[in-house]
């Protein structure tokens, strides 16, 4: 048997390399309930509760031994730019389409596939250190992000970032690039990566460009990943140009299905909300990202749900954000609400957990966010010995307003250990790595590091 506590040497290793029936013991749910939970090397969850340890011990291959920790499941971050990560810092308080136009678009168009590499290298390690199984990722050269995305183990559904303003041969590349990527996704054989066709916005996509994508989505039942209605001068123009929001935009084109993400819905309209209710959509509210580049209102949570729509969660990139840390997320998320919308009981800690959890899993399209039996095991087990955990009053309190990533000691993703103790293999080499991508992003920009 594998000993769950100090990584020093090659055996212990070993804990990280494949899966294996596994007990974790005496872990302590959000209700409060002592359990053990074990799950087999399918990585699925076969028992929880408090005798689990007794009748299962002889089947599991490695103990982890689970006292003085939370289980809680993995996190889903729904909307994300994961090789972002490399601009982290580079250009902060400014305007949204300033911001885009003037700093973001100008270097990302230095991008190579090495770069974003590295990028989602350091993405998914940021992510596994901060509780992150699962993330939507829109950005460029997606088959170098889906080798990162495998080689870290951690799940995701892919998107190659489609901008064309209405350029018919910019258009035929960037489906020529989705399609590329749908391909190599499904060569992998990987069940925890997919593919999603990712028109970026309403308003770099035009709707003729944007019917395509639909078709494109529904062929081949992939997800649509998309930006909608994060700034009034979004839907100012839409209603001007096209007399219609965004959301009506996109629905005329095909795009709203049960299949369909869309990150931010600052300014959606209750009409708005309504029809995103009725076509099954999902929204990512990214509440870091939209304060920081002060788009101006909150995401009308409140409306959405009363129309039935998921609402799930993202950080965006690492250049809005600045981070990937889902519980910062989660904290913000609670407190933007009842700030903006001026409602004190609005986006309770409970409902931020599933927003964050389960309401993730079912906007990505798999089962998972819970820990029961039959689930996939998708678990992190939070440290209760940190100060942000003591006392213990409500755990679910303390998961949404009060820890961040750091209490995060343990993180498992379908059944195999990525973190243990905080340790993650290979952590020197990703960031030996990436950071010299960073710079060498910056030289070949012509900017000096
Ligand atoms: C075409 S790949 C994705 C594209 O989106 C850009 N991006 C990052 N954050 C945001 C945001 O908040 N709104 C709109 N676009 C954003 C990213 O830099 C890529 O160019
Ligand atoms: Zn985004």
């Known amino acids: 048997m594998i000993?769950?506590?100090?990584?020093?040497?090659?055996?212990?290793?070993?804990?990280?390399?494949?899966?294996?029936?596994?007990?974790?013991?005496?872990?302590?749910?959000?209700?409060?309930?002592?359990?053990?939970i074990w799950y087999d090397d399918t990585g699925i969850i076969r028992a929880v509760g408090p005798e689990v340890a007794k009748e299962h011990r002889s089947e599991a291959d490695i103990t982890l031994d689970g006292s003085g920790t939370l289980a809680i499941p993995g996190l889903v971050n729904t909307h994300t730019h994961g090789a972002m990560t490399l601009l982290r810092g580079y250009a902060d308080d400014m305007h949204l389409q300033q911001w885009l136009s003037e700093k973001i678009w100008p270097l990302e168009a230095h991008l190579t596939g090495d770069h974003v590499y590295w990028g989602t290298k350091l993405a998914c390690l940021e992510m596994i250190k901060s509780g992150t199984v699962a993330f939507n990722d829109m950005y460029f050269f997606m088959k170098d992000a889906a080798r990162a995305v495998d080689e870290s183990k951690i799940r995701a559904v892919l998107s190659h970032g489609i901008i064309t303003f209405g350029n018919e041969e910019k258009f035929e590349t960037e489906l020529k690039a989705t399609d590329d990527v749908v391909h190599y996704v499904r060569s992998l054989h990987s069940p925890l990566i997919t593919s999603a066709i990712g028109p970026h916005a309403p308003y770099t996509v035009p709707p003729d460009h944007l019917s395509i994508c639909a078709e494109y989505g529904h062929k081949e039942k992939i997800l649509l990943h998309t930006h909608l209605a994060e700034t009034k001068q979004e839907v100012d123009d839409c209603q001007k140009t096209y007399g219609m929001t965004p959301t009506a935009l996109l629905d005329k084109a095909g795009c709203l299905s049960d299949r369909t993400v869309a990150a931010h819905g600052c300014w959606l309209s209750e009409d708005d909300?309504?029809?995103?209710?009725?076509?099954?959509?999902?929204?990512?509210?990214?509440p870091v990202s939209n304060m920081?580049?002060?788009?101006?209102?909150?995401?009308?949570?409140h409306w959405l749900s009363d129309k039935g729509v998921n609402v799930s969660l993202g950080t965006d990139g690492c250049s809005s954000n600045n981070n990937l840390d889902m519980l910062e997320e989660m904290k913000i998320a609670a407190i933007c609400q009842k700030f903006f919308w001026n409602l004190d009981t609005l986006l309770p800690a409970a409902e931020v957990l599933s927003m964050a959890t389960s309401c993730g899993a079912k906007a990505l399209g798999y089962a998972g966010g819970e820990i029961k039996?039959?689930?996939?095991?998708?678990?992190?087990?939070?440290?209760?010995?940190?100060?942000s955990m003591i006392p213990l009053h409500n755990p679910v309190s303390n998961i949404a307003y009060s820890a961040d990533g750091g209490a995060v000691d343990t993180t498992i993703c379908n059944g195999r250990i990525l973190m243990r103790n905080r340790y993650v293999p290979d952590e020197n080499e990703i960031i030996k790595g990436a950071s010299s991508s960073a710079d060498d992003l910056l030289n070949r920009a012509g900017i000096m590091a």
């Open 373 to 387: 039996e039959g689930m996939p095991a998708d678990i992190l087990l939070v440290s209760l010995h940190c100060p």
């Open 292 to 301: 920081k580049l002060a788009t101006g209102r909150a995401m009308p949570y």
């Open 3 to 36: 000993q769950p506590h100090g990584i020093s040497s090659i055996q212990d290793k070993e804990l990280f390399l494949k899966n294996r029936s596994t007990l974790i013991t005496d872990v302590l749910l959000p209700n409060k309930k002592q359990v053990d």
């Open 273 to 286: 909300c309504r029809l995103l209710g009725e076509r099954g959509s999902h929204i990512a509210h990214n």
